[in-house]
């Protein structure tokens, strides 16, 4: 007997257990009569009881238990995985028997549980769901004793978007009007799939041409299917529809030691991946795998994007069953990795590390080489020194599509505000500190915020700035604040983080999970360093020439566009956009440059703790002009 054939047969023995154990009170009596013909028919006929509908129904009383023991669990709730993977036991009762007894009874329970999950997180994905389960359910069983259960939730569905649920958060669409109130955000209805903007000027990252699978290109169990969807071994996969999410797209950007690939889905989707050794046997190098399930290949998904860099060698991506799509990325040389979800669009993002090099330092080309006069060209300094900050990434928050908060005065976004302020704030920090300085845009684009940090970590980034202008529902509240990554410390913190997530409040206690293992790495001590330095800098110079600034002090909170940052990251809200006061002096350049002014001195004064001869060496060079 083979492995898999004992491992089959435990199975069918375990589900066949409940079924045994009611049997034994006759069986322990059976001699007091004499009943053995009709015992050994009974016997006969239990055994010929199809498997699947044994496992039918013991699937169906674990999903239910599942799901009972889900709802007594309010810590549980709090992560939508532990929904997804009790959708996904509902879902597999239904696709094992679709016209078994318990199929209506599944399909019911699916579109049940999505209808919880939207209560509970107001994603519109998680409604639309629902209306498909019971839709179906009302379709293929029209006589089933849910169909008035389902017909009434899919009313209450239909009203929802009728009237604007209210569990949806609006936190990221807030635009306050001179009365107080709010109004609708005019970024608010973008459409559904934008096209993505990108910059010229940041080709950090490219998403590769696909090339034709050659005949080396056969995979082996742990891989993936061939192109046009057949598994080694098997017959051609055909995925179905009925509800399956689509992987779309495949991107990524990379250095010598960091490639970051995001994997984009039009739907949330359980997954796990798994690192696997070199196998020299079958020539596979060493490989790390995703499995999405409940997914099928997009139409417009390139099967396989070269990468070429010093980590990677290549993105593969195929239908591995009827409902799971597997990405495997071929290493060539591997540290460490990190693997994390985001939503709104739902994301999978993975981050590699390289082995860290060894060996001296490259030598400074000649155009970064002290002049005989002794004067250094603007911005190599640190450079040279080879040491502590040489290079500085600036994030002007938003832009394009995506605009941000909307001022007091309609015509000022956050988006244009973000934009002049890291301009002025790169400028400064040329000219005083000598550093290099990066923006991730330098002009009204949209990029995404995994993209962000990506662009920071691949051009070796030693600070991360992220710029942003705060808002509020009341336009009275003003000040300035620094954010650094970590759980969020008050409600107030969760709300700047859901605005700029472009997320629900509700879906912020899902990052706890991501946080608890990415904060293993993050450099909190550094980036808390460099917060409250800027911090008390940017108060001092702001509270010298303006009445009323409010230090609202040095926050935490989980913002997507730090996660994953290899260097200190902060996250600098300006001023409160939605204040009259503020937002008139956002939209103007002696504000914007007091505030560069301020964040400057705060950089210098970490610079000067960490490596004072860096601002030593610059005090002299420009003495020296």
């Known amino acids: ?305 070269p990468i070429g860099d010093d980590l990677l060698s290549d993105a593969r991506a195929g239908q591995y069953t009827r409902d799971t799509v597997r990405v495997v990325l071929d290493i060539k040389s591997i540290d460490d990795f990190n693997i994390f979800s985001l939503r709104n669009p739902f994301r999978i993002v993975l981050d590699i590390n390289g082995m860290p090099k060894k060996g001296p330092r490259k030598r400074p080309s000649k155009d970064q080489e002290e002049q005989p006069s002794g004067e250094i060209p603007e911005g190599s300094l640190a450079k040279q020194l080879a040491l502590g900050v040489r290079r500085i990434v600036i994030d002007p928050g938003h832009g394009g599509k995506d605009c941000g908060a909307i001022g007091y005065d309609k015509a000022v976004m956050e988006k244009n505000v973000t934009l002049e302020v890291s301009k002025r704030l790169a400028k400064k920090i040329r000219k005083r500190i000598g550093c290099e300085a990066i923006l991730t845009r330098d002009r009204d684009v949209f990029l995404s915020l995994e993209e962000r940090t990506a662009i920071a970590n691949t051009t070796n980034g030693d600070i991360f700035v992220s710029i942003h202008a705060n808002a509020h529902r009341s336009r009275k509240v003003h000040g300035v604040e620094t954010y650094l990554l970590n759980l969020a410390t008050d409600r107030e913190a969760i709300m700047v983080a859901a605005r700029e997530n472009a997320t629900s409040t509700k879906n912020i206690s899902d990052l706890e999970t991501i946080l608890n293992e990415l904060m293993k790495n993050a450099k909190v001590n550094e980036s808390s360093r460099l917060a409250r330095k800027v911090q008390q800098a940017m108060v001092k110079e702001l509270k010298e020439k303006y009445k009323k600034i409010k230090d609202n002090g040095v926050k935490q909170a989980p913002f997507y566009v730090l996660l994953g940052a290899e260097m200190p990251s902060i996250l600098v809200e300006v001023a409160f956009i939605s204040n009259p006061e503020e937002c008139r002096r956002l939209n103007t350049a002696s504000y914007q440059e007091d505030v560069v002014d301020g964040i400057v001195t705060g950089i210098e004064e970490y610079i000067s703790e960490i490596s004072p001869a860096v601002l030593t060496r610059a005090a002299t060079v420009q003495a020296q002009r």
């Open 1 to 305: 007997m083979s492995r898999e054939e004992g491992i089959e047969g435990l199975d069918i023995g375990q589900k066949m257990l409940p079924f045994s154990r009611r049997l034994w009170p006759f069986l322990k009596g059976w001699h007091h009569f004499r009943l053995g013909p009709l015992l050994f028919s009974l016997l006969i006929l239990l055994l010929s009881v199809p498997a699947s509908a044994v496992a039918g129904e013991d699937g169906y009383r674990e999903a239910e238990l599942a799901f009972q023991q889900l709802l007594e669990d309010p810590h549980k709730q709090k992560d939508r995985l532990n929904w997804i993977l009790c959708i996904n036991r509902f879902r597999s009762v239904y696709r094992a028997r679709p016209a078994g007894p318990q199929a209506d009874d599944a399909l019911f329970m699916t579109g049940r549980v999505y209808l919880e999950l939207y209560k509970s997180f107001s994603d519109p994905g998680d409604r639309q769901e629902a209306l498909d389960y019971y839709s179906r359910l009302l379709k293929r069983f029209p006589r089933s004793p849910y169909r008035s259960e389902a017909s009434e939730a899919i009313a209450e569905l239909d009203e929802g978007t009728k009237t604007g649920s209210p569990e949806v958060d609006q936190t990221p669409s807030i635009v306050p009007s001179k009365e107080g109130g709010t109004e609708a955000h005019p970024c608010a209805a973008a459409p559904d799939k934008p096209v993505v903007e990108k910059s010229p000027k940041l080709p950090v990252g490219s998403v590769g041409e696909a090339r034709k699978p050659s005949q080396g290109d056969v995979t082996d169990p742990s891989a993936l299917v061939e192109a046009g969807g057949k598994p080694v071994g098997e017959g051609v996969v055909e995925p179905q529809g009925g509800g399956l999410s689509e992987v779309t797209s495949l991107r990524f950007w990379s250095n010598p030691s960091y490639t970051r690939v995001v994997i984009d889905v039009d739907g949330e989707v359980p997954y796990i991946h798994r690192l696997l050794r070199k196998d020299p046997a079958i020539g596979k190098p060493q490989r790390l795998y995703v499995d999405l399930g409940h997914a099928r290949m997009g139409a417009n998904l390139k099967p396989i994007v």
